[in-house]
């Protein structure tokens, strides 16, 4: 089993509708957590970190559900420029001091 | 302007021949990583670094070396010895394992 398992996508949607995505972890000691972002051929960014209580940036909402073992990603409203890969991230509970990449979800916002 | 430096952004290789990635960072962050894209799929850590002379094998560390000589810099090289080179590779650094990753732009490696 992955370590971080995503819904590769595509998730293709019209402008203006929400999407959500979800990334499971297979670690229950996991530390932290993060969704990035990676436009086509681009490095990737840091959108957002998930705590505990969840949080909320603009029309990004992240989510941490650690009896289950998931982190979820919901974005209201959505742009043309949110069309990107969405990178789910852990730092696991293995002693390694490195942060585990999801293998992505693929975003296409249409007109 | 702080941040990290790769280079070069894009390189062919012949079978057979190593290579070295070069990557720097200003941001004074005392760990730095190397990790490896392949089309559709996520990161896979190569090597990372913690702290000044010294260095830990990621996942997918055989085919590869580091140093890390310098707390600005961490480079790469790919032998001869790894088997599928083509890829894109990215270096990061952080403040801390358990905080934001600043990534250098990338480099193309494309063995022909």
């Known amino acids: 089993r992955k370590e971080v398992e995503q819904d590769p996508g595509p998730f293709n949607v019209p402008e203006g509708a929400t999407v959500a995505f979800n990334c499971t972890y297979s670690n229950s000691a996991s530390q932290s957590f993060f969704w990035y972002r990676q436009d086509c051929r681009k490095e990737p960014k840091l959108l957002m970190s998930v705590y505990s209580s969840g949080n909320e940036d603009g029309r990004f909402t992240a989510q941490l559900n650690r009896a289950s073992q998931y982190i979820s990603l919901l974005i209201r409203d959505s742009k043309l420029s949110d069309s990107a890969t969405y990178l789910c991230v852990v730092l696991p509970d293995t002693g390694r001091r490195a942060l585990t990449f999801g293998s992505g979800t693929r975003l296409q916002v249409q007109p | 302007d702080g941040g990290i430096t790769q280079s070069p952004k894009y390189l062919f290789r012949k079978e057979g021949q190593n290579v070295t990635l070069s990557c720097e960072q200003n941001?004074?962050?005392?760990?730095m990583y190397w990790y490896r894209q392949d089309p559709g799929q996520g990161l896979r850590l190569i090597y990372y670094?913690?702290?000044?002379?010294?260095?830990q094998k990621g996942d997918i560390a055989e085919g590869y070396s580091v140093s890390r000589e310098k707390k600005e810099s961490f480079p790469l090289t790919v032998t001869s010895a790894q088997k599928n080179p083509t890829a894109f590779y990215l270096c990061a650094s952080s403040i801390d394992p358990r905080g934001e990753l600043f990534f250098g732009e990338g480099s193309r490696l494309t063995v022909l």
């Open positions: 941001l004074n962050h005392d760990a």
């Open positions: 670094s913690q702290i000044v002379n010294d260095f």
